[in-house]
């Protein structure tokens, strides 16, 4: 099956910081999701961008499906933005609602 | 966005019985739902297909008579975990799509099952 690897595992921060996160991908996708898991639990829905570039306040994406790997770019980092944040895709042939997540990377921001 | 959301959000229960847990898509009609599982500190892997006045559909390794997955409406979509045991500690969440052929997916708050 599809291989997701994110990079850096780990990131820490000091609140005011940019940062930029990688999602590798080893086949081609009809879909990419980035996510934020907050320490509830909950995932919360950044960006759905199986190609291009988004941008959604001091938060943007680019996914270059040819190269197979997307960016996730955070920039005035805020202790908010603390969490693991995610990269799944859905590998082309495959149910639209099976999605093949990443290992994540743990986000601290610090005051 | 689409809203998806999971009730109970915790749960603690004794080895052995079963526990049920509920999806639901507050805003839109779902005739598919999906749910995931994710052991603590790890990522989240598809467990199973629900589909609404069908059979759910269940992803290699995962046992269905373990997990038993009931879609009675368009709405709503309920995963028993049944005579569970420590190791289905887990924390369980659902998701669906408010536009199938677009393909994004939202997920519910999860909900976080503890077998004693």
């Known amino acids: 099956g599809i291989q997701v690897e994110q990079s850096p595992p780990d990131l820490i921060l000091q609140e005011g910081a940019n940062s930029t996160l990688r999602c590798n991908f080893s086949?081609?996708?009809?879909?990419l999701q980035w996510f934020h898991q907050n320490p509830w639990g909950q995932l919360i829905n950044l960006f759905y961008?199986?190609?291009g570039t988004k941008q959604n306040g001091r938060l943007s994406a680019t996914t270059v499906a040819t190269e197979r790997y997307s960016l996730l770019y955070i920039s005035s980092s805020q202790t908010t933005d603390s969490g693991v944040y995610f990269c799944a895709v859905n590998a082309g042939g495959t149910s639209y609602g099976k999605l093949t997540f990443g290992q994540g990377t743990i986000l601290t921001v610090h005051p | 966005g689409a809203v998806v959301s999971q009730h109970p959000s915790r749960v603690i229960c004794k080895s052995g019985t079963s526990v049920k847990i509920e999806c639901r898509s507050l805003d839109f009609q779902a005739t598919t739902m999906f749910w995931y599982r994710q052991f603590p500190k790890q990522s989240l892997m598809l467990m199973a297909t629900s589909n609404e006045g069908s059979k759910a559909t269940y992803e290699q390794g995962v046992e269905k008579d373990k997990f038993l997955i009931n879609h009675a409406s368009l709405t709503l979509s309920t995963l028993t975990v049944t005579s569970a045991h420590p190791e289905d500690s887990s924390f369980y969440i659902c998701?669906?799509?408010?536009?199938?052929?677009?393909?994004?997916?939202?997920f519910g708050e999860g909900s976080r099952l503890t077998v004693l």
């Open positions: 086949d081609s996708v009809n879909n």
């Open positions: 961008i199986p190609s």
């Open positions: 998701s669906a799509s408010n536009a199938p052929g677009n393909g994004e997916l939202f």
